[in-house]
T-cell receptor, first 115, second 112 residues
Framework: GAGVSQSPRYKVAKRGQDVALRCDPI?????LFWYQQALGQGPEFLTY????????KSGLPSDRFFAERPEGSVSTLKIQRTQQEDSAVYLC?????????????FGQGTRLTVV | EDQVTQSPEALRLQEGESSSLNCSYT??????LFWYRQDPGKGPEFLFT???AGEEKEKERLKATLTKKESFLHITAPKPEDSATYLC?????????????FGKGTKLSVIP
């Protein structure tokens, strides 16, 4: 595809439910990032993959959050036992080179609402 | 810890009224300062990367400049389609050097 694709666009989960958010990066992009954006705030870093290797997961807020990119392309962010404070837009970004010095392209995000 | 502060939080301009947005930052070893534009319901759209003090970049009505402590996004003769939230972010060379630290953004409204 032409850009970064995220699905679903919207997700409503009951508190305690597990959710999985998908990111399809631009083909051939080495770097993949997940960010969390609360309403009225800037994005906050969650985790970074270089190909299939998760090189930085320091931003994951708790052990309920887990991300994977097993074949170095599609990535999934999983949140277990969702809580109301998990409600936010989850953004995925990819870039051609390693790290973030090269131009990064963001997807439209998945808006998660926990009720 | 890297920090980014953007001002003002919101800015209303008449069409054609030029102005500047400010991004103040503290970072341990700047690897890059990034400007993004974000429209409602969309992901951030890349505008510029600046790497060192004194650097300037331009794109249509936008010009970004960088000093050792802040960056400015100058908007010349804005049009209503320039209305968006403008985000500033830094990448440092310390621990967590892969991540961008974003400010809260400046919401720009350009009135016809």
């Amino acid at each position: 595809g032409a850009g970064v694709s995220q699905s679903p666009r919207y997700k409503v989960a009951k508190r305690g439910q597990d959710v999985a958010l998908r990111c399809d990066p631009i083909s051939g992009h080495v770097s993949l990032f997940w960010y969390q954006q609360a309403l009225g705030q800037g994005p906050e870093f969650l985790t970074y993959f270089q190909n299939e290797a998760q090189l930085d997961k320091s931003g994951l807020p708790s052990d309920r959050f887990f991300a994977e990119r097993p074949e170095g392309s599609v990535s999934t962010l999983k949140i277990q036992r969702t809580q109301q404070e998990d409600s936010a837009v989850y953004l995925c970004a990819s870039s051609l080179g390693a790290g973030m010095n090269t131009e990064a392209f963001f997807g439209q995000g998945t808006r998660l609402t926990v009720v | 810890e890297d920090q980014v502060t953007q001002s003002p939080e919101a800015l209303r301009l008449q069409e054609g009224e030029s102005s500047s947005l400010n991004c103040s930052y503290t970072v341990s070893g700047l690897r890059g300062l990034f400007w993004y534009r974000q429209d409602p319901g969309k992901g951030p759209e890349f505008l510029f990367t600046l790497y060192s003090a004194g650097e300037e970049k331009e794109k249509e009505r936008l010009k970004a400049t960088l000093t050792k402590k802040e960056s400015f996004l100058h908007i010349t003769a804005p049009k209503p389609e320039d209305s968006a939230t403008y985000l500033c972010a830094v990448q440092g060379s310390g621990a967590g050097s892969y991540q961008l630290t974003f400010g809260k953004g400046t919401k720009l409204s350009v009135i016809p």
